[in-house]
């Protein structure tokens, strides 16, 4: 057996640690506001089709001593951990409303929280457990992209799914206590599952991305806890995750060695609320389109030109120009803008098939461009301009350099809770949203997740 004194043995002896030594205060009040916006995405994912279509592939299970059932999110089933994790992992994504972590460039909670979901009577945790759990994986996540990113993430990868993959590893291992080698191991088992492609962005497979990086990652878990092997250096190996992920080349491998210093979670960009349910490039441009909106006067006919000025970043993901599928608008900066302008937000109900027609037909889409910025040139947060030609001459500039969600700019709770309950409306009755809420917000005394489980159950 390979010594662990490399990143990989230096991850899990800090994990270990974890467990006796508290994090601090301002990480913990943000796992549990996090691990709670979470929970209502996955709820609003439980109305979305590819719920469904999961639903009929996914078994049913039964209790067992060793392996009892884990609620699929709002649908009166029970399922293994795995294909539970799977499918509420799915779900947690599958609007897109869910947290993000830079330089990761992933978004976290969805392979985290259901992890935790489904190994929390495994592994009989109370709540603290699951945010430290929590935590410890935003932590593999982050530094898995200070370490690859932004030439991983170029390359084509998606991080929700290649460095969320080890991140639920970490969070599942956690939650299960497992000791230094078979944790070791169930990130290498984890790093042999990891995959996911950008080229599905505006499909289905995106949030599947979540799904299967949860799945692979309680899986590592559970199958090293009962004695499969794998190799215990997978972070440093010279054929391992970052190598071979990133081709040998352009990786900062100094990160591997500093975990919890900084403590990716209290970085300044360590964990972010998404404020509108489309990809996070939009968000600064959205926020500033709407700032501009009452400045128009004579209607939005009246806008000759709309540019967005923007960082190298976001032409990555923001890959189409015209949208077919409330998927697709989810993806394409003219349509976010010109919803935007339209109705003074962005919210669940833009990207609903039926308000296609409308956003599509308004003009705006077609008025809306994206160019280079020089203000913004570097900023790591999709930092935007919006600037609006009027027909009579004026000209309307708003620059946003940081979205709301993020740390500086965090939700207020009654942000978090609004946001939760619009989630939730439609799938659940809202004496039952109320409870998931309270029951998330209270994890930090919880002795058990069993209440929160039952209440998910729907």
């Not at 949208?323 to 339209?342: H, N, W």
């Not at 098939?353 to 037909?361: K, Y």
Request: negative net charge; proline residues 5%.
């Amino acid at each position: 057996m390979k010594a662990m004194n490399g990143a990989t043995g230096q991850f899990v002896d800090f994990a270990l640690k974890r467990r006796d030594m508290a994090f601090p205060e301002r990480a913990r009040a943000m796992a549990v506001d996090a691990i709670t916006d979470c929970l209502g995405c996955t709820i609003a994912g439980a109305g979305e089709p590819i719920a469904g279509m999961l639903g009929r592939i996914v078994g049913d299970a039964v209790d067992r001593p060793d392996h009892p059932t884990v609620p699929l999110v709002a649908s009166g089933r029970g399922a293994t951990p795995h294909d539970a994790a799977l499918y509420n992992g799915t779900l947690a994504h599958a609007i897109d409303y869910d947290d993000v972590t830079h330089p990761a460039y992933a978004h976290p909670g969805a392979s985290l929280v259901p992890a935790i979901l489904a190994t929390a009577r495994l592994g009989q945790a109370s709540g603290r457990e699951s945010i430290t759990a929590y935590i410890l994986g935003i932590e593999m996540v982050s530094k898995l992209g200070r370490t690859l990113n932004t030439a991983h993430y170029t390359n084509g990868w998606h991080a929700t799914a290649t460095f969320g993959t080890l991140g639920a590893a970490a969070t599942a291992s956690a939650m299960l206590r497992l000791e230094a080698e078979p944790f070791a191991m169930a990130l290498g088992m984890a790093a042999s599952a990891a995959g996911g492609l950008r080229a599905n962005f505006g499909t289905m497979t995106k949030p599947l991305h979540a799904g299967y990086a949860a799945r692979n990652g309680v899986l590592a878990a559970l199958m090293a806890r009962e004695g499969i092997t794998a190799t215990v250096d997978i972070l440093e190996n010279g054929y391992g995750f970052a190598e071979v992920f990133n081709h040998h080349d352009e990786i900062a491998a100094e990160h591997l060695g500093t975990w919890g210093d900084p403590l990716e979670i209290l970085t300044e960009f360590g964990l972010g609320l998404k404020p509108y349910p489309a990809c996070g490039a939009a968000h600064p441009p959205i926020e500033g389109a709407i700032r501009l909106r009452d400045s128009i006067g004579d209607g939005l006919d009246a806008i000759r030109d709309i540019r967005i000025g923007v960082t190298e970043m976001h032409f990555k993901p923001m890959v189409f120009d015209v949208a077919t599928t409330g998927l697709e608008a989810k993806f394409c900066m003219g349509y976010c803008i010109a919803a935007a302008l339209l109705d003074g937000d962005v919210n669940l109900e833009t990207f609903k098939e039926a308000s296609l027609p409308r956003i599509n037909g308004s003009g705006l889409v077609e008025k809306v461009r994206m160019e280079l910025d020089d203000r913004v040139a570097g900023n790591s947060e999709f930092g935007a301009t919006v600037t609006i030609e009027l027909t009579d001459g004026r000209r309307l500039e708003e620059i946003v350099p940081l979205a709301v969600g993020k740390p500086a700019r965090w939700f207020p709770k009654e942000k978090l809770e609004s946001k939760f309950h619009d989630c939730c409306y439609g799938t659940i009755a809202r004496e039952d949203a109320e409870a998931v809420f309270e029951l998330a917000q209270g994890l930090e005394g919880a002795e058990s997740l069993d209440p929160l489980l039952t209440a998910l159950a729907g």
